[in-house]
């Protein structure tokens, strides 16, 4: 499985769609010419957000040039004020507020997103967990490119409709895993893009969102603040207002840390009512809708925030030795907001050094951090021996994310035993849990690590159950258990992706294509032929009947067939087989398949309301 796994990792196949409102409408078109008058008088504002769907990247930074919407009527409005730097592998579990925008009322049928790659920095991990820069960026006809426009044209009944008084919200979500090809050879690293891009409007979801940027006021009152907004890697000490302005609802349940300590509720927004204007502030939380607002769970303020007062790094604790920790993956925040990738960092840790904890206004100790834990320290660097000194600093304990089998769950029913596959995406091998036990014996041990459930009854995932898991690792030298669970989920309630390629194209890929679903040939897989969910990989060729796909019940979805350069989308996949029998009959072949929704492994059906296929 490993071995397939390390094959599988170095290819991923692209392919483009694009939704809006829950509906998808998709295609290629030109940006046009952004200089078009609009005759419109009144305004309204839209709330634009930038988000990713998971890839494997350690690193995707790349520019955004502009992001225009343009009405029925052909005139085009620009609503990013400032090219702006994302590093699109951080935002796999969030969205970043981008801009709110004041643009004239009217119907908005496309918005047109550009990508510049002149100077991006994208960083992958090789097979032997070694991040490594790729050394050429192409397109899908392996030319060099320097930028990229994709646009979106929404549908005449989910067009994005601007009013005064009426503010709407448009996500961007591009999909790191869909858009990108690495290939490892040799000498050299190569990565094909071709932007996978979905759009959507005023549709709320279960990803959390942030907005980051200086204080602009505070109402007590109103359990309400507003913040200047200035995303990703724009610092944070302007007080310009051209990204906008984001209104933040605060909650009883509101966990606040200002200048590294903690509060809950009204007492927060007291003491973030207390802080100068212009104070660094980042809210996280959820983006509603009747009435639209975003309501903040978590808020930091002040020397609390990454490009603040003090060098901040981001990652996972491989090793600890004393006060001394090894991180992995480290993000590195310079107080002077710039911000450098280190794909290890030491941190040292002293009497001083504070510690909380996510989601909670309760403080904590250093004996809280063990491996394997994902952290956020605040601290000064030292460039020159790559340490970062938070003897005097902060750090932070974030969620970390497990995958992995379960082993047993029988010993204590609060007590299940996993064998890991990876931490926040990391494979196990890199951790070194060496005193992470109240002994050498009861060191953690990642082929047998024993998660605390407390109350969440894990009765359900016995033996060989795939299952996710986020929370915190145990303290430092008292395993087992090794970690607490805040969430435990299974596999089956995991989204999967099954991924089927043919090369050369093959014009019978399927046994049965019809209204009511699509059966493979199961002698004629090429390769890729596997579903992926949650860390778990499975070979089609496992099933000796030919794998499925079948639509949900309403038969609606996303399903977009691409064949020379063009993309059809359809909404009903009787209409998306019917098309793609046609042209099947008109001599096209398959090359490619991806497909998403919840699978059965037992029947080997995939109930799917999102798929694209490639013909050649």
């Known amino acids: 499985m490993n071995a397939i796994y390390k094959k599988l990792r170095k290819t991923f196949l692209f392919w483009m769609i694009l939704i809006c409102s829950g509906l998808l409408i998709s295609g290629l078109y030109g940006c046009g010419d952004a200089s078009n008058p609009d005759e419109t008088q009144e305004t309204g ?3 634009i957000s930038l988000t990713d769907d998971a890839g494997d990247f350690i690193n995707y930074k790349v520019k955004v040039i502009s992001l225009t919407l343009i009405k029925a009527n052909g005139a085009i409005v620009e609503t990013l004020p400032l090219e702006t730097e994302v590093d699109f592998a951080q935002y796999t579990d969030m969205t970043e507020f981008l801009t709110a925008a004041t643009v004239p009322s009217g119907v908005y049928t496309k918005a047109c ?13 090789n097979e032997a967990g070694e991040a490594v820069s790729v050394d050429a960026i192409e397109d899908e006809d392996g030319n060099s490119f320097e930028t990229i426009e994709v646009s979106v044209r929404l549908s005449d009944h989910n067009r994005l409709v601007i009013a005064p008084g009426v503010p709407a919200h448009l996500s961007f979500d591009f999909d790191l895993n869909a858009s990108n090809e690495v290939v490892f050879d040799d000498e050299s690293i190569t990565l094909t893009v071709h932007p996978v891009l979905l759009a959507q409007v005023d549709v ?24 200047i907004i200035r995303p990703f890697f724009h610092v944070l000490s302007h007080g310009n207002e051209r990204f906008g302005i984001l209104k933040v609802i605060s909650r009883d349940t509101t966990v606040y840390e200002i200048n590294g300590e903690q509060f809950e509720g009204q007492d927060g927004l ?48 491989i090793a600890r030795s004393g006060n001394n920790l090894t991180v992995r993956g480290a993000t590195l925040f310079r107080s002077n907001g710039s911000v450098i990738f280190n794909s290890t960092q030491i941190i040292l840790l002293g009497e001083n050094t504070t510690v909380s904890r996510q989601l909670s206004a309760i403080t904590g100790s250093t004996d809280d951090i063990s491996v394997g834990q994902k952290i956020m320290a605040f601290g000064v660097l030292n ?26 769950n029988t010993t204590d029913s609060r007590l299940v035993v996993v064998d890991l596959n990876s931490i926040d995406g990391r494979r196990t091998g890199l951790f070194d849990f060496s005193g992470t036990g109240s002994d050498l014996v009861n060191d953690a041990d990642p082929e047998n690590y024993e998660i605390n459930t407390g109350e969440l009854a894990p009765d359900n995932f016995g033996a060989g159950t795939p299952v996710k898991i986020r929370g915190f690792v145990n303290k430092f030298g008292i395993a ?3 970690f607490t669970a805040q969430t435990l989920v299974g596999v089956a309630n995991i989204q999967a992706i099954l991924k089927a390629g043919w090369f050369p194209a093959e014009p019978d ?29 499975t070979d089609l060729e496992s099933f000796e009947n030919g794998a499925q796909l ?67």
């Open 45 to 47: 504002q839209v709330v």
């Open 113 to 125: 997103l550009k990508l510049d790659y002149r100077n991006a920095d994208i960083i992958v991990e």
């Open 204 to 227: 709320e979801t279960s990803r959390i969102h942030r907005v980051r940027g200086p204080l602009k006021s505070v109402s007590v009152d109103n359990n309400s603040f507003k913040v």
């Open 270 to 317: 007291r003491e973030l009512d207390q802080q100068t204007p212009l104070t660094a502030i980042i809210a996280i939380g959820e983006l509603l809708f009747n009435p639209p607002r975003f309501e903040a769970r978590e808020v930091y303020a002040g020397s609390s925030v990454p490009g603040g007062e003090n060098d901040v790094i981001t990652g996972n604790v």
């Open 383 to 408: 460039a020159e021996e790559n340490q970062i000194d938070a003897t005097s600093g902060h750090v932070r304990l974030l969620l970390t994310t497990l995958k992995g089998i379960v082993v047993d």
């Open 480 to 482: 087992p258990p090794d």
């Open 509 to 537: 890929a399927f046994e049965t294509l019809s209204s009511d679903n699509i059966i493979f040939d199961p002698d004629k897989y090429g390769y890729p032929r596997h579903v992926f969910q949650a860390g778990v990989i």
């Open 550 to 616: 079948i639509p949900p019940a309403s038969g609606l979805g996303i399903f977009a067939i691409k064949q020379n350069r063009m993309v059809q989308v359809h909404t009903s996949f009787e209409n998306f087989s019917d098309d793609l029998a046609e042209r099947l009959t008109e001599n096209a072949a398959v090359k490619h398949l991806t497909a998403v929704g919840a699978f059965d492994s037992n029947s080997a059906v995939l109930t799917s309301r999102r798929i694209s296929i490639r013909l050649f």
